[in-house]
C-alpha cells in the first residue's frame, strides 16, 4: 500500500540532497516537552537553515517520536504547504 503524503505535491516531489542527515547534537521530540524549545533547537541545528523548504519539511518530521510522531501521522493528506505551515501546527497542538 503506498504512502499518503501529509505534505503538498511541491514538497513531497523535492529533490532531497544525498546523504542526509540530521545533526548529531538534535534530539528528537515525543510530544512531552516543550514544542518551542524543540522547534529553537531544530532551527538552530547545524546545516538546517541551509536546507531548502521542503527538506526542513521532511527533516523536522525525522525528529518526531511516539506521542508527536502520532499527531503527524493523523495529519489529512496533503495538508501541510511548507515549513511555516508545519511549524505552526506543530506549535498549536502540542503548546503547554
Known amino acids: 500500500m503506498m504512502e ?4 503538498i505535491r511541491r ?3 523535492a529533490p532531497l540532497p544525498p546523504k542526509l542527515k540530521l545533526p548529531s547534537n538534535l534530539d528528537e521530540y515525543d510530544g512531552t516537552k516543550d514544542p ?3 522547534l ?3 532551527r538552530g541545528a547545524g546545516p538546517v537553515g541551509q536546507w531548502s523548504m521542503p ?3 521532511h527533516m523536522f518530521v525525522q525528529t518526531l517520536t511516539e506521542g508527536a510522531r ?6 489529512p493528506a ?5 515549513y511555516e505551515d508545519l511549524c505552526e ?4 497542538n502540542f503548546h503547554q
Open 40 to 42: 529553537q533547537a531544530f
Open 78 to 82: 496533503g495538508s501541510i504547504d511548507s
Open 55 to 57: 527538506t526542513r519539511c
Open 36 to 38: 518551542e524549545d524543540h
Open 11 to 13: 514538497i513531497t516531489e
Open 70 to 75: 502520532l499527531w503527524f501521522d493523523s495529519l
Open 4 to 7: 499518503v503524503s501529509k505534505f
Open 89 to 92: 501546527k506543530f506549535l498549536r
